[in-house]
């Protein structure tokens, strides 16, 4: 964990747009691979994540498939209804929003909760102040001035993806709960969230009024319907039965790896093969998958893939 003096480097600030969104707004990022808190970061990161994914894989949503079969679970179930409403939220700025202290108050609470006084013979209390050393001490440079991170921290280093996801934790248990009672669907992927609702639009917007207003610093970009997007599926409820077909944003533009580029063969066939595969697991209709396809061929036809490739 203890930095080399010939390698260490201070970090810089620079941003990344997200055409995605509105506005175009930008992400900030501090390049951490060789600032001096970097190997603390690491080594708690590999001592907490896999704590932190064991206690809440009931809440967390791996990718798109696994979102599927929560959904096909809960229609065979019954719950999924003609009512039924489909609802997402996104967290504005989640890790360069949460505070420093209460996010490791927070980190405590989760470790004690779930029987850790020890990680690894590592006393809950030293990884308090390792914490605090990788989030405090969180200095970079940015137009040749420097600064320091005073909340949470830096969103390029290991372990704030984790402690901001353990602050998550926190916070969405109150809405967990309420969900569970009712049979409803609930599922985070990092600073996305889908859950479904039987309740009347007025109790469903009441719900996401009321986690809007857990924290100060957390803001959620909300949508509600019987159809919507969540990462790369479109789910639709069509009067009680589930439908999903392949999303793709507005902003995601025709490209995949270039055929001409120089990379081994096997890169290519793996990237059409994962193409086909996800629309063959996401598409519920014909004619969906068969629009997804024709998309695909375009696509790789485009990028310079000859048609044995993808026919």
Same mark, same amino acid.
């Given at each position: 964990?203890?930095?080399?003096?010939?390698?260490?480097?201070?970090?810089?600030?620079?941003?990344?747009?997200?055409?995605?969104?509105a506005g175009t707004?930008?992400?900030?990022?501090?390049?951490?691979?060789?600032?001096?808190?970097?190997?603390?970061?690491?080594?708690?990161?590999?001592?907490?994540?896999?704590?932190?994914?064991?206690?809440?894989?009931?809440?967390?949503?791996?990718?798109?498939?696994?979102?599927?079969?929560?959904?096909?679970?809960?229609?065979?179930?019954?719950?999924?209804?003609?009512?039924?409403?489909?609802?997402?939220?996104?967290?504005?700025?989640?890790?360069?929003?949460?505070?420093?202290?209460?996010?490791?108050?927070?980190?405590?609470?989760?470790?004690?909760?779930?029987?850790?006084?020890?990680?690894?013979?590592?006393?809950?209390?030293?990884?308090?102040?390792?914490?605090?050393?990788?989030?405090?001490?969180?200095?970079?440079?940015?137009?040749?001035?420097?600064?320091?991170?005073?909340?949470?921290? %830096?969103?390029?280093? $290991?372990?704030?993806?984790?402690? &901001?996801?353990?602050?998550?934790?926190?916070?969405? *248990? !109150? =809405?967990?709960?309420?969900?569970?009672?009712?049979?409803?669907?609930?599922?985070?992927?990092?600073?996305?969230?889908?859950?479904?609702?039987?309740?009347?639009?007025?109790?469903?917007?009441?719900?996401?009024?009321?986690?809007?207003?857990?924290?100060?610093?957390?803001?959620?970009?909300?949508?509600?319907?019987?159809?919507?997007?969540?990462?790369?599926?479109?789910?639709?409820?069509?009067?009680?039965?589930?439908?999903?077909?392949?999303?793709?944003?507005?902003?995601?533009?025709?490209?995949?790896?270039?055929?001409?580029?120089?990379?081994?063969?096997?890169?290519?066939?793996?990237?059409?093969?994962? %193409?086909?595969?996800? $629309?063959v697991r996401y598409?519920? &209709?014909?004619?969906?998958?068969?629009?997804?396809? *024709? !998309? =695909?061929?375009?696509?790789?036809?485009?990028?310079?893939?000859?048609?044995?490739?993808?026919?």
């Open positions: 964990m203890m930095p080399k003096r010939e390698t260490v480097q201070l970090a810089y600030l620079y941003f990344i747009p997200k055409p995605h969104k707004p930008l992400r900030p990022i501090v390049s951490s691979m060789s600032m001096p808190t970097t190997g603390i970061s690491k080594f708690l990161d590999k001592l907490i994540r896999p704590i932190f994914d064991k206690h809440t894989r009931s809440t967390t949503i791996i990718d798109g498939v696994d979102l599927i079969h929560r959904l096909e679970t809960c229609t065979t179930n019954g719950y999924l209804k003609p009512k039924t409403y489909l609802c997402t939220f996104d967290i504005t700025d989640q890790y360069t929003m949460l505070p420093q202290e209460e996010s490791l108050n927070i980190l405590i609470e989760f470790l004690v909760q779930h029987g850790y006084q020890k990680v690894q013979n590592i006393p809950i209390d030293i990884i308090r102040k390792l914490a605090l050393i990788v989030i405090k001490k969180n200095v970079f440079v940015y137009e040749k001035k420097f600064y320091r991170q005073v909340i949470v921290g %830096a969103m390029g280093s $290991a372990f704030t993806l984790t402690l &901001a996801t353990i602050f998550m934790w926190k916070w969405q *248990r !109150q =809405l967990v709960r309420r969900l569970e009672v009712s049979n409803e669907i609930y599922g985070r992927y990092i600073d996305d969230i889908f859950f479904t609702s039987n309740d009347s639009l007025e109790s469903t917007d009441q719900i996401l009024d009321e986690a809007n207003n857990f924290h100060p610093n957390i803001k959620l970009v909300r949508q509600i319907g019987r159809s919507v997007p969540f990462l790369d599926v479109f789910i639709q409820n069509s009067k009680g039965a589930l439908k999903t077909s392949v999303y793709h944003k507005e902003a995601a533009e025709p490209y995949v790896v270039p055929f001409e580029s120089d990379h081994p063969g096997h890169v290519f066939r793996n990237t059409v093969d994962t %193409a086909i595969t996800r $629309a598409s519920t &209709a014909l004619s969906e998958f068969e629009e997804e396809i *024709r !998309q =695909l061929k375009l696509m790789f036809l485009y990028n310079g893939y000859p048609s044995r490739h993808i026919d």
